[in-house]
């Protein structure tokens, strides 16, 4: 069982939808203590970084997705929820779970359209969550993006403006900045591999 953390922010719908078009077995989880039946959790987030870690901290999600981590099985961070996993952002004051320690910066060349919006490219740098997605597009909306500290811990790459990290990984950690839930085929894809990863070790 896929659980999806509801904590009031991010595309719970929509992640809950995708899931159950390609047949995968998902629930939206508001309840911290019930992470423990789930054999993976998917940490969504839309919005600012404060207010999320806030209603994380007041729920007792913060805790509880740390706790969950240290068991081995999966947890993936979408978009903001990637984010939710560094130590810290220049969006805001209050830390991140430092599940992999990095800090969350904002695009700052005059040069390009802030935020970064629309289709494009991840370079993969190892299969995990990219198996059969040689050629892929991914849907992107966001202004800040990772900076792990750990250059082992990079898991894709996005070129716009200059290079920066669209994926991370740390064991059975991983983050995507951009939204699989809309990236048609692709996001299917990547769902897909991820729910296979809970039978692996780490």
């Known amino acids: 069982m896929i659980s999806i953390i509801d904590y009031g ?4 719908g929509s992640i809950l939808n ?15 203590d019930n992470l423990r039946a789930a054999t993976s959790i998917i940490l969504p987030g839309v919005g600012a970084f404060d207010n999320a870690m806030e209603r994380l901290n007041s729920s007792g999600f913060s805790e509880a997705i740390t706790d969950f981590a240290k068991t081995g099985s999966p ?4 978009c903001l929820g990637m984010q939710l996993l560094a130590s810290q952002s220049e969006e805001g004051e209050l830390k991140g779970l430092n599940l992999i320690p990095g800090d969350v910066v904002k695009f700052k ?3 390009i359209k802030v935020p970064h919006m629309g289709w494009n490219i991840v370079k993969p740098k190892n299969e995990s969550l990219f198996s059969h997605l040689e050629n892929n597009r ?3 909306v966001h202004s800040y993006y990772y900076f792990p500290e750990e250059s082992e811990h990079v898991a894709g790459t996005t070129d716009y403006g200059h290079t920066f990290v669209s994926c991370i990984n740390r064991e059975n950690i991983f983050g995507v900045q951009f939204h699989p ?6 996001g299917m894809q990547l769902l897909t591999n991820f729910s296979r990863l809970s039978d692996q070790q780490f």
Do not use: A, C, Q, R
Request: overall charge positive.
């Open 75 to 78: 947890v993936l961070g979408i």
């Open 109 to 111: 060349s005059k040069s």
């Open 9 to 12: 922010m991010g595309n719970l």
């Open 18 to 32: 995708m899931l159950t078009k390609i047949g995968l077995e998902s629930k939206l989880e508001s309840d911290p």
């Open 138 to 140: 991914f849907y992107f």
């Open 181 to 186: 839930e809309k990236s048609h085929k692709f």
